[in-house]
Nanobody, 130 residues
């Protein structure tokens, strides 16, 4: 059974930092891209960032570019999201997911679509106070 477990969320002040982790088990996902999404109450789920299967390519939503950094460690079957310069608008439940195709795409737009992911974690809460 595939399981993705996020950790590292919490409460921080604006301008602070957090590092999220996503640990995968029940399968090997080294051949697939992985991504982060977030959803705040009353809002649509939105793409945050994605990383290719080997960590060689990174994709970011414009809202987080320059502040967040995505990475992965395939030996640990774990993905990370380093979040710096956090803003109150970053407050949301952050969820990790595995991409379904096993291919690497050249544009960020592909990774925006949640339908391109097949396995999802339960999410971790990030709250940024002003």
């Amino acid at each position: 059974q595939v399981q993705l477990v996020e950790s590292g969320g919490g409460l921080v002040q604006a301008g602070g930092s957090l590092r999220l982790s996503c640990a995968a088990s029940g399968g090997t996902f080294s051949g697939y891209a992985m991504g982060w999404f977030r959803q705040a109450p009353g809002k649509e789920r939105e793409f945050v960032a994605a990383v290719s299967w080997n960590g060689g390519r990174e994709y970011y939503a414009d809202s987080v570019k320059g502040r967040f950094t995505i990475s992965r460690d395939n030996a640990k079957n774990t993905m990370y999201l380093q979040m710096n310069s956090l803003k109150p608008d970053d407050t949301a439940v952050y969820t990790c997911a595995t991409e379904r195709s096993g291919r690497t795409y050249s544009t960020t737009s592909y990774y925006y679509n949640a339908l391109n992911y097949n396995y999802w974690g339960q999410g971790t809460q990030v709250t940024v106070s002003s």
